[in-house]
């Protein structure tokens, strides 16, 4: 997914003045937030389990170089084969390469947000390859000719009426009434592409690293049939998304889904380790992990946005989030949305042309406090702020002007001191006189005119020290 970040207001101000969208999108509060805060609220050790999962993402990300090489050492020991990828597009030449070496024409692929960093469905398509999308969600995005709207709930913007018409225009299907039909219909049309398929592709919610174990959380089944009917299984998980043991996971999966979804236990649950054994039942003749970096090693080697990796990919934060609960999925241009997305987004694409993103909140503190994984969101918001207006560390040409750094400037000696700070307002209470009506500043001259047209500034006052004086 080529990222569109550029265009972010107008993006918002699309969904906002879409009632039906709107609509769609209190599902988020009223469904997903609300069953969330339920479970965590019956579960007696929600708060020590987030702590140890924030301590055991601290660990892992600090010694990631080590674990991701045992995790690549176990799943080569378990007969798969690991490929490092540095970006998107060596991702998606691998995955394409291999299925062009293997006579593969139908992929069949469980939910991967990776796999739209890598653009890798049209990717495959370009080679000729016909990759079908098997998580519900994902099947009426790519039926639609859309991209995900939300982590893990990528149709939460359409509505039933919505998905019938597209079902009847692209599937000439008859006109269901009832969710239950059209997920029916989608599992009658995709049980086909399951059978012939020569290849699965799915995500990674974790990797084990004492293993090599794949573990994926799905609700309908089809990750576990991407793994275990084709012949090849390829998985494609970002580099962060290693822990390191057996005994970890059960913490994890137990905080992923209850603040997924709200469930105590997903419908499945599946682990993969390695291709299929002599005594398996079942399970592909290949396995292949591919780890993506794509940017996270810029998230990884800054100080102050290394926690963003300790992300779980659970969407909690998306659905607590006043502003994305508003402004939807699409307005953020690329493939993580929401909180957690208006940090990872401009590091892994670029700060400049997604330099609304960290703006793109009220710091109300409701993301920090829905993430199961303790990430401190708030704080790695307002540094990437002071990025976009500094520019140290990623240029943008909207880094502060010498106007507004002299202005700045002016502003930090005026609060020195109580002298400093008498002096400027003297200053000011003479410079303002031309643009007093009735007390107030009702128009400014540019550079200040931004603020006029809407509101009026408050005049500056005798200071209440000096009226004291008398
Ligand atoms: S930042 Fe936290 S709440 Fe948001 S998706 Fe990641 S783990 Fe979930």
């Given at each position: 997914?080529?990222?569109?970040?550029?265009?972010?207001?107008?993006?918002?101000?699309?969904?906002?003045?879409n009632?039906r969208?709107?609509?769609?999108?209190?599902g988020l509060?009223?469904?997903?937030?609300?069953?969330?805060?339920a479970?965590?609220?019956?579960?007696?050790?929600?708060e020590?389990m987030r702590?140890?999962?924030?301590?055991?993402?601290?660990h892992?990300?600090?010694n990631?170089?080590?674990?991701l090489e045992?995790a690549?050492?176990n799943?080569?020991?378990?007969?798969?084969?690991?490929?490092?990828?540095?970006?998107?597009?060596a991702?998606?030449?691998?995955v394409?390469?291999?299925?062009?070496?293997r006579?593969?024409?139908?992929?069949?692929?469980?939910?991967?947000?990776v796999s739209?960093?890598?653009?890798?469905?049209?990717?495959l398509?370009d080679?000729?390859?016909?990759?079908v999308?098997?998580?519900?969600?994902?099947y009426?995005?790519?039926?639609a000719?859309e991209?995900?709207?939300?982590?893990i709930?990528?149709?939460?913007?359409?509505?039933?009426e919505?998905v019938?018409d597209l079902f009847?225009a692209?599937l000439?299907?008859?006109?269901y009434?009832?969710?239950?039909?059209l997920?029916?219909?989608?599992?009658?049309q995709?049980?086909?592409?399951?059978?012939r398929?020569?290849m699965?592709?799915t995500g990674?919610?974790?990797?084990?690293?004492?293993?090599?174990?794949v573990?994926?959380?799905?609700?309908?089944?089809?990750?576990r049939?991407c793994?275990?009917?084709?012949?090849i299984?390829?998985?494609?998980t970002g580099m962060?998304k290693?822990?390191?043991?057996?005994?970890?996971?059960?913490i994890?999966?137990r905080?992923?889904?209850r603040?997924?979804?709200?469930?105590r236990?997903s419908s499945y649950?599946?682990t993969?380790?390695?291709p299929?054994?002599a005594?398996?039942?079942?399970?592909?003749d290949?396995f292949?992990?591919?780890?993506?970096?794509?940017g996270r090693s810029?998230?990884?080697?800054?100080?102050?946005?290394?926690?963003?990796l300790?992300?779980i990919r659970?969407?909690?934060?998306?659905?607590?989030?006043?502003?994305y609960?508003k402004?939807?999925?699409?307005a953020y241009?690329?493939?993580?949305?929401?909180?957690?997305?208006?940090?990872?987004?401009p590091v892994?694409?670029?700060l400049?042309d997604?330099k609304?993103?960290?703006?793109?909140?009220?710091?109300?503190g409701?993301c920090?406090?829905?993430?199961p994984?303790k990430?401190?969101?708030?704080?790695m918001?307002l540094h990437l702020r002071?990025?976009v207006t500094?520019g140290r560390?990623y240029?943008?040409?909207?880094?502060r002007?010498?106007l507004?750094?002299?202005?700045?400037r002016?502003?930090?000696?005026?609060?020195s001191?109580?002298?400093?700070?008498?002096?400027?307002?003297?200053v000011?209470?003479?410079l303002q006189?031309?643009?007093?009506r009735k007390?107030r500043?009702?128009?400014?001259p540019?550079?200040?005119?931004?603020w006029t047209?809407s509101?009026?500034?408050p005049?500056?006052?005798r200071p209440?020290?000096?009226r004291?004086?008398?």
């Amino acid at each position: 997914m080529r990222p569109d970040t550029k265009n972010f207001k107008r993006g918002a101000a699309k969904a906002l003045g879409n009632e039906r969208i709107q609509a769609n999108l209190l599902g988020l509060y009223n469904g997903f937030d609300r069953a969330r805060l339920a479970a965590a609220d019956g579960t007696p050790d929600w708060e020590l389990m987030r702590e140890q999962a924030r301590a055991i993402k601290a660990h892992t990300i600090d010694n990631l170089d080590y674990y991701l090489e045992l995790a690549a050492s176990n799943v080569e020991k378990a007969g798969g084969t690991v490929f490092f990828a540095k970006d998107a597009d060596a991702a998606a030449g691998y995955v394409t390469d291999l299925a062009l070496a293997r006579g593969v024409k139908l992929v069949i692929k469980g939910k991967s947000m990776v796999s739209e960093e890598m653009s890798l469905n049209e990717r495959l398509t370009d080679a000729g390859i016909e990759p079908v999308e098997t998580d519900l969600g994902e099947y009426i995005i790519q039926l639609a000719g859309e991209t995900p709207y939300h982590i893990i709930a990528p149709a939460i913007h359409k509505s039933r009426e919505e998905v019938t018409d597209l079902f009847e225009a692209k599937l000439n299907s008859p006109r269901y009434e009832e969710i239950t039909e059209l997920a029916a219909e989608a599992r009658r049309q995709l049980r086909d592409k399951f059978i012939r398929a020569d290849m699965g592709i799915t995500g990674a919610n974790f990797i084990v690293a004492e293993t090599g174990t794949v573990a994926l959380v799905t609700n309908e089944g089809n990750g576990r049939m991407c793994t275990s009917m084709p012949r090849i299984h390829v998985a494609i998980t970002g580099m962060e998304k290693i822990i390191p043991s057996m005994d970890d996971l059960g913490i994890f999966l137990r905080l992923l889904i209850r603040s997924a979804t709200g469930q105590r236990i997903s419908s499945y649950v599946t682990t993969v380790t390695g291709p299929r054994h002599a005594d398996d039942e079942d399970g592909p003749d290949e396995f292949h992990l591919v780890i993506v970096d794509n940017g996270r090693s810029r998230l990884l080697a800054d100080p102050e946005l290394r926690e963003s990796l300790y992300c779980i990919r659970c969407g909690a934060c998306l659905n607590a989030c006043p502003v994305y609960r508003k402004v939807g999925g699409h307005a953020y241009g690329w493939v993580y949305p929401g909180p957690i997305g208006a940090i990872v987004t401009p590091v892994m694409t670029n700060l400049a042309d997604a330099k609304d993103l960290p703006f793109a909140s009220s710091l109300c503190g409701a993301c920090r406090e829905a993430c199961p994984v303790k990430i401190n969101i708030p704080r790695m918001l307002l540094h990437l702020r002071k990025e976009v207006t500094e520019g140290r560390k990623y240029p943008t040409e909207r880094n502060r002007s010498v106007l507004e750094a002299l202005a700045m400037r002016l502003w930090r000696l005026s609060l020195s001191s109580p002298a400093a700070l008498s002096i400027a307002n003297s200053v000011a209470r003479v410079l303002q006189k031309p643009l007093l009506r009735k007390g107030r500043i009702r128009w400014l001259p540019p550079p200040l005119s931004g603020w006029t047209p809407s509101r009026t500034f408050p005049a500056f006052v005798r200071p209440f020290r000096q009226r004291w004086r008398g």
